[in-house]
């Protein structure tokens, strides 16, 4: 007989769900599920114990979403020949899940701000218009829905070189088209839509920004960020000013204003024109990357449910990938999670709902080493933390 696992009073394989975020900087979301199942596999097949393991690698709407949803996707990224944000020619990533549905893209593959660490930054003349031949190849491609990743830009131009990529025009009062950045916003006077690709307002767009920023103010895209893109005070104060101007004229032209509402501030302001135009949404991330990769439902059957990331303290519990496992989890299931580092305090954990945290760290070395030994580290400590559990659920229950 299998030393099958006594839960709720039946006979059933031990099911395991792993859901881990990357290792940012050392291993993609999808190798550390595969060394997180190896390592599940090897302490369950020691105890004679069989067990069902989903696999299921994760994001929570930054870097790597891409990445984790090719790898929940089983699909390979796809091209397309796009410009930087200063408008030298790139290669950019996207993904396409395999019913041909949805589109996902990371808008840092265009207009991110390490493509332009080479070369002094133009914070004025930055510009998202990279980012419309990703969006053009999705809806050639026939998506119904566009997942819009951001953050990590180099621009600041409200998302309009985006816009004008998909067919606006932007006009000053003299009927002539703009040039391209956030520096010429303030001369804004209308915005022609007449020529925007009909496809874009058809299809439903979720965008996951990576902070809750306004466009505009001391909190606003231009003053936080724009000095990290070489916008010094002056550039601030014009960037500012010529996104409060595209509120003023988006909000002409539908009614809506877009000053004040979380999240517009984001890569420079490249949601603004999005949600007023297109009505796009703004979500959380790593709830959008739930909702696609339908996590709850996977997760539900568990009865052990994996996590990890690569430093896990008190930022992992707001909203990142292990706060969004542990609510998708079911209730008084174990949430476990490995991690290269584990910072929380005791105190922390006990909140979090997390049953367990454990840190692959094994003894002093060189960052170097521990990047090429992480997978390993991560199928070791899983293991380890797995022996555990198996011994407990193979020992007969009272
Ligand atoms: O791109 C940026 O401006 C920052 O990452 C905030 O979104």
Request: net charge negative.
């Amino acid at each position: 007989m299998s030393n099958a696992l006594q839960v709720h009073d039946q006979d059933f394989p031990v099911r395991v769900a792993i859901v881990p975020d990357s290792f940012k900087g050392s291993a993609r979301a999808v190798d550390v599920a595969a060394a997180m199942e190896r390592g599940v596999r090897d302490a369950f097949g020691a105890a004679g114990i069989e067990a069902t393991v989903h696999t299921l690698p994760f994001a929570d709407g930054g870097e790597g979403t891409l990445d984790a949803l090719l790898g929940a996707w089983g699909a390979e990224a796809l091209t397309v020949d796009t410009t930087d944000a200063l408008g030298r020619p790139v290669r950019a990533r996207y993904g396409l899940s395999p019913d041909g549905r949805t589109g996902v893209i990371e808008a840092a593959e265009a207009n991110g701000l390490p493509l332009v660490s080479d070369v002094p930054l133009r914070p004025l003349t930055a510009t998202t218009r990279g980012i419309g031949p990703l969006v053009t190849a999705l809806l050639d491609a026939g998506v119904e829905e566009i997942l819009l990743c951001i953050g990590g830009s180099a621009t600041t131009d409200g998302g309009t070189g985006l816009l004008r990529a998909l067919g606006a025009r932007l006009l000053d009062r003299d009927g002539r088209e703009l040039p391209d950045g956030g520096g010429s916003l303030t001369e804004l006077d209308r915005l022609d839509t007449s020529g925007l690709d009909p496809r874009a307002r058809a299809v439903r767009w979720r965008i996951a920004c990576d902070v809750t920023n306004p466009l505009v103010g001391d909190r606003g895209a231009a003053a936080v960020f724009g000095p990290q893109k070489g916008a010094g005070p002056d550039d601030v104060r014009v960037l500012d000013a010529g996104l409060d101007r595209l509120a003023e004229v988006l909000a002409q032209a539908t009614g809506e204003d877009v000053r004040d509402r979380p999240g517009l501030g984001a890569a420079g302001g490249l949601p603004a024109p999005l949600t007023a135009l297109l009505g796009a949404e703004v979500v959380p991330g790593s709830r959008m990357v739930a909702d696609v990769l339908d996590a709850e439902r996977l997760m539900a059957a568990a009865d052990l449910v994996l996590t990890g990331e690569g430093r896990f303290d008190g930022q992992s519990l707001g909203g990142k990938v292990v706060d969004a496992v542990r609510r998708l989890a079911p209730a008084g299931r174990p949430v476990v999670v490995i991690a290269g580092d584990v910072s929380v305090t005791p105190e922390e954990l006990r909140r979090s709902g997390v049953t367990a945290a454990f840190s692959t760290a094994r003894g002093p070395r060189t960052l170097e080493r521990m990047s090429e030994e992480v997978l390993a580290d991560i199928e070791w400590t899983t293991s380890n933390c797995c022996r555990l559990l198996a011994h407990h659920f193979a020992s007969p229950h009272a």
